[in-house]
């Protein structure tokens, strides 16, 4: 028998559960399924350093990968919990959850970066700490005078970590108000990043880069989940760029095969699926 080659190893999908819906479970894990498969190991360890589901998620892949359980066993493994410590927000039977609600629940509120608040008027400068970078974030644009159409993600991140949150208080003092900036220093790369997307024409970039004392890591676009109708599905990104549809009620345990993902502003069409609308993208530490 032939080998087959790892890299081309086809993407699995997580089949949709009828009587307890479970598209919102099968949209986000399918993606980090077949994430963890590319390179198993290392995935494993990553999950289980964010903790969280994340972490329960590398473990039972493992079991997938061994053929203990299925994908939809670990699904409803992780569901379990997940309904047993806040049962209004994961419900059973025709209800569906949300994607943010289970991005809180997969990634525990881990911080990768500090920031401090400086003025750059009067170059004051307070005393405190802020936890900026988190796993989740969402992604959401204020207004269209802020945030032209088809801004990048790479430029709503830059925007949201050099933000200051007051007005300094040092110039207030000589009646000048004057909103303070924010210096990021990230001292850890993350993983992974869920971004909730609220604003439909931003631009979803192909990666994020992130200094990390001097040293460059990128994380890469791999998955968008969509949702509309009281349904989500999803695409998910292969390490080659090779785009994949899933949607539980229609394609069941497998992904259909797309075109690769397109450059620039092709990739504002990346907001729609079918019928349905982007809620939410994956991006992915370049390993
Ligand atoms: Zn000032």
Redesign the pocket.
């Known amino acids: 028998m032939p080998h087959l080659i790892p890299h081309v190893r086809k993407p699995v999908g997580l089949i949709w559960d009828s009587e307890n819906w479970s598209c919102a479970y099968d949209a986000s894990f399918t993606i980090l399924a077949n994430l963890w498969a590319e390179d198993s190991q290392r995935w494993t360890g990553y999950f289980g350093h964010m903790g969280g589901v994340l972490g329960e998620l590398g473990v039972l892949f493992q079991s997938v990968s061994d053929g203990m359980v299925t994908l939809e066993t670990a699904r409803n493994l992780v569901r379990r919990g997940m309904n047993a410590r806040q049962p209004d927000h994961f419900p059973y039977g025709s209800n569906t959850t949300s994607i943010d609600r289970i991005a809180q629940q997969l990634f525990p509120s881990k911080h990768f970066a500090v920031g401090r608040q400086v003025?750059r008027?009067?170059h004051?400068c307070d005393d405190k700490g802020y936890r900026m970078l988190e796993s989740y974030l969402s992604a959401g644009l204020k207004s269209t005078d802020e945030y032209p159409d088809g801004v990048h993600l790479t430029s709503w991140l830059e925007r949201y970590l050099s933000r200051g949150k007051q007005f300094?208080p040092?110039?207030r003092l000589v009646g000048?108000r004057?909103k303070l900036d924010m210096q990021t220093q990230v001292t850890e790369v993350p993983p992974i990043m869920l971004l909730d997307i609220t604003h439909k024409r931003l631009v979803f970039s192909e990666e994020l880069c992130f200094n990390v004392g001097g040293r460059l890591f990128k994380l890469k676009l791999r998955g968008i989940i969509y949702g509309g109708q009281a349904h989500f599905t999803c695409r998910f990104i292969q390490k080659d760029g090779s785009m994949w549809f899933h949607d539980g009620i229609t394609t069941g345990n497998s992904c259909i095969r797309e075109n690769r993902l397109q450059d620039g502003e092709d990739r504002l069409q990346l907001h729609k699926c079918g019928e349905k609308s982007a809620v939410a993208v994956i991006y992915a530490l370049v390993l």
């Open positions: 003025c008027r009067c004051f300094c040092s110039c000048v004057q």
